[in-house]
């Protein structure tokens, strides 16, 4: 079973730098890109960016980029997403995502990112 | 603003369809068949319902289908149940700088 595993909540203040992950099981992990989408509470689904761990290319909404930053772990089949200044406004949940084909599945359950002073 | 547009809400009665559209530009939904739908039930994660337009994963009901005309593609949901209950959203692959677009999402209501 294919299976995407992110690390727990987070609670930051503004400026700090915050790393989640997303552990990948059940494929090998340089078929598939793998993606991140974010989703402030209460509102609806925004792309990121993506990383293809074939050879960690990656490309950015024009709307993140410069902001965070998408790498992996080949070695343990895990994806992050990384912050080194966070903002109030990063406050949202966070979600990596399987891109088989062109279409996302399966989704990680999700990491709730808390910036708050 | 989202790249893709969706009405805020759709309702239906036990038993009835429903249909929930998503218009996007030449640049996307009108240019490919790559459309794909989500369902999200409060507090979980997204579950993928469609894919390229018109496909079902293994395991989604055959009451959920994908069609397309022109710009807009459309999810319809047939014999409405209230485990049916959710936000659905669609997805399309575009030519812009952001390959991936999502709509704003749909509140399906069940009376």
């Known amino acids: 079973e294919v299976q995407l595993v992110q690390s727990g909540p987070e609670v930051k203040k503004p400026g700090e730098s915050l790393r989640i992950s997303c552990r990948t099981s059940?494929?090998?992990?340089?078929?598939?890109?793998i993606s991140w989408v974010r989703q402030i509470p209460g509102k609806g689904l925004e792309w990121m960016g993506r990383i293809d761990p074939s050879d960690s290319y990656t490309n950015y909404s024009p709307s993140f980029e410069g902001h965070v930053t998408i790498s992996l772990d080949k070695s343990i089949n895990t994806a992050y997403l990384q912050w080194t200044s966070l903002r109030a406004s990063d406050t949202a949940i966070y979600y990596c995502a399987r891109l088989e084909g062109d279409w996302f599945d399966p989704w990680g359950q999700g990491t709730l990112v808390t910036v708050s002073s | 603003q989202s790249a893709l547009t969706q009405p805020a809400s759709v309702s239906g009665s036990p038993g009835q369809s429903i249909t929930i559209s998503c218009t996007g530009t030449?640049?996307?939904?009108?240019?490919?068949?790559?459309i794909s739908w989500y369902q999200q039930h409060p507090g979980k994660a997204p579950k993928l319902m469609i894919f390229?337009?018109?496909n079902r994963p293994s395991g989604v009901s055959n009451r959920f289908s994908g069609s397309k005309s022109g710009n807009t593609a459309s999810l319809t949901i047939s014999g409405l149940q209230t485990e049916d209950e959710a936000d659905y959203y669609c997805s399309s692959y575009t030519n812009s700088t952001t390959p991936r677009v999502f709509g704003g999402g749909t509140k399906v209501i069940v009376l």
């Open positions: 390229d337009v018109s």
């Open positions: 059940g494929y090998r992990l340089t078929r598939n890109w």
């Open positions: 030449g640049s996307d939904v009108g240019d490919y068949n790559y």
